[in-house]
Nanobody, 114 residues
């Protein structure tokens, strides 16, 4: 009934760009802080972007200046624009909605390779 569905992942060369989308069902989206996480093989899940319902954003140093999170509450969609991609950005990227409960998407693979 309530779910998040990511799209937009794929293979890109170093220095390239991708835009990930996360579509949310239900009305939870507008009341949630939205996040993008990523997880590479053998590593812990890492928070890469956060946006509050009011539009405040936050990024770790590893992606700051390269990634931009945005949201369209009317469309129940959050985006992650990724520029200047590096091989170390390769991971499965997950959309997350935090409100009363935490909801997760299924993940989308991003591979950065020459």
């Amino acid at each position: 009934q309530v779910q998040l569905v990511e799209s937009g992942g794929g293979l890109v060369q170093p220095g390239g760009s991708l835009r990930l989308s996360c579509a949310a069902s239900g009305s939870i989206f507008s009341f949630s802080t939205m996040n993008w996480y990523r997880q590479a093989p053998g590593k812990l899940r890492e928070l890469v972007a956060t946006i509050t319902r009011g539009g405040s954003t936050n990024y770790p140093d590893s992606v700051k200046g390269r990634f931009t999170i945005s949201r369209d509450n009317a469309k129940n969609t959050v985006y992650l624009q990724m520029n200047s991609l590096k091989p170390e950005d390769t991971a499965v990227y997950y959309c997350n909605a935090n409100s009363v409960v935490s909801l997760w998407g299924q993940g989308t693979q991003v591979t950065v390779s020459s």
